[in-house]
């Protein structure tokens, strides 16, 4: 990953729970997201499909999306998708197991997300 | 750049992603190695000083017996006859899963095994931010309630720093993860500790699964100034429970014009912590830091 211009998520697990509940983190980094200039791209499921046809509408380059998912469903369509799967740590012991997919990176809350995305500009800056 | 090795020798033969790949080896330079009063009445300590020097010095015994407990207290003897005050100030995290060469983000990945794995001993319970590893130095914690300070050597000229501003928790420099803010080009040099203010009680404890070697589980400093018995100003820093020595300010505040005696812990201790994140098998280092809140203000309310 060198950088990241956008950001696909099916809300479910990670905005709001499967109550409909929003996550108390999720409007602050919505908030930050934006004014880094990364774009948060809601898709009704993590098909292949969907996350594909995402990409192609947002005239992205895939290299510089990330699709974040707390799913083992969501890892594999987002890499068959040709994006990078960055695993939302939710439950510990079901992130561990999730490792095994090799996910390009993973966070425990959406705060981080910001600084996830900084760190790998910054990464890449210096080489 | 590496003087007693304790730390950076072991991340090199460990093989990890982030460790140098040149040494500069500066324990040579005597010109770092000394622990000198000033005419004010405070101590300068030099990077290269032995945490062993240190423990056996008459003059900070003398001065600040709090900071000598916890230098005496950290790791083992032969540990601290090798490792130096400024590498124990700028060590990396122990944390076992970087140290066992995780793609973790301290060391060429993007993800914190420990937040998700067993973090019952080298992690967080404060929540964190990308990685999940406590600091784990000792003597930032005791020099935090001092005021002490440090300097670095830096292309620019001297910087000073407090301690919370050398050790502010995960940061990113020059695309590293790392837990103080000194860069790749700086060095630190030299600790200040300010003279003692008369009326001054400290005190320092620690918990940890062995009586040597081991690093805290919780750890607490404190200063409380005394004016007669009023507390006039307080230092309470808990470390071994997140990614920086702790300041607990909101103790600290309730503490102000306070009068020492028994019962002082009172109501602080189920107030002090309040934004606790325990990780999955770390909740107890809360309950032992506020145990430790509790028998450090009974320690010094005697």
């Not at chain 2, 820093?237 to 990614?243: D, E, L, Q, R």
């Not at chain 2, 606790?276 to 009974?298: C, F, T, V």
Request: proline share 4%.
């Amino acid at each position: 990953m060198k950088a990241v211009d956008a950001i696909l998520f099916d809300p479910v697990g990670i905005l709001v729970d499967e109550q409909g509940e929003i996550y108390g983190d999720a409007a602050p980094a919505l908030a930050e997201l934006e004014t880094l200039g990364v774009k948060m791209i809601a898709v009704t499921s993590l098909s292949v499909a969907e996350l594909t046809k995402a990409v192609a509408e947002s005239a992205l380059s895939a290299d510089r999306v990330i699709c974040l998912t707390h799913t083992e469903q969501g890892l594999r369509a987002a890499k068959a998708a040709g994006v990078h799967p960055v695993l939302m740590m939710n439950d510990p012991d079901e992130a561990m197991r999730l490792t095994s997919l090799n996910p390009a990176g993973g966070i425990v809350s959406l705060h981080e997300l910001p600084d996830f995305v900084r760190f790998i500009a910054a990464r890449s800056a210096a080489g | 750049m590496y003087a007693g090795g304790t730390d950076v020798l072991i991340r090199l033969k460990n093989g990890l992603t982030q460790a140098p790949s040149y040494l500069v080896d500066i324990k040579k330079i005597d010109n770092l190695r000394y622990i000198r009063e000033e005419a004010d009445g405070g101590v300068r300590i030099g990077a290269l000083t032995k945490l062993a020097e240190m423990a056996e010095s008459d003059l900070l015994a003398k001065k600040y017996p709090m900071l000598v407990k916890a230098i005496g207290m950290i790791s083992s003897p032969e540990l601290r006859n090798a490792s130096t005050i400024g590498g124990d100030l700028l060590q990396e995290v122990w944390c076992q899963y970087l140290r066992g060469g995780y793609s973790c983000w301290r060391n060429g990945g993007y993800l914190c095994y420990g937040a998700i794995g067993d973090n019952s001993y080298y992690h967080s319970a404060m929540g964190g931010r990308l990685c999940y590893a406590v600091y784990p130095g000792d003597a930032a914690t005791a020099l935090i309630p001092f005021d002490a300070t440090v300097k670095l050597a830096t292309p620019a000229g001297v910087k000073t720093l407090t301690l919370e501003q050398l050790v502010p928790g995960d940061m990113m420099v020059d695309g590293r993860i790392q837990s103080h803010v000194v860069r790749s080009n700086e060095i630190l040099t030299e600790v200040v500790i300010p003279a003692p203010v008369p009326g001054l009680r400290t005190s320092f404890e620690k918990l940890r699964p062995r009586g040597v070697w081991d690093f805290a589980m919780a750890s607490l400093a404190m200063s409380l100034q005394m004016q007669g018995n009023t507390i006039a100003r307080a230092r309470v820093v808990f470390g071994g429970i997140a990614g920086k020595p702790l300041r607990e300010t909101t103790v600290e505040g309730l503490l102000a014009g306070r009068t020492a005696g028994a019962g002082l812990a009172g109501d602080l201790v189920s107030r002090a912590l309040a934004n606790a994140a325990p990780l999955k098998y770390n909740a107890m280092k809360i309950e032992m830091a506020k145990g430790l809140l509790a028998s450090g203000l009974a320690a010094l309310s005697a």
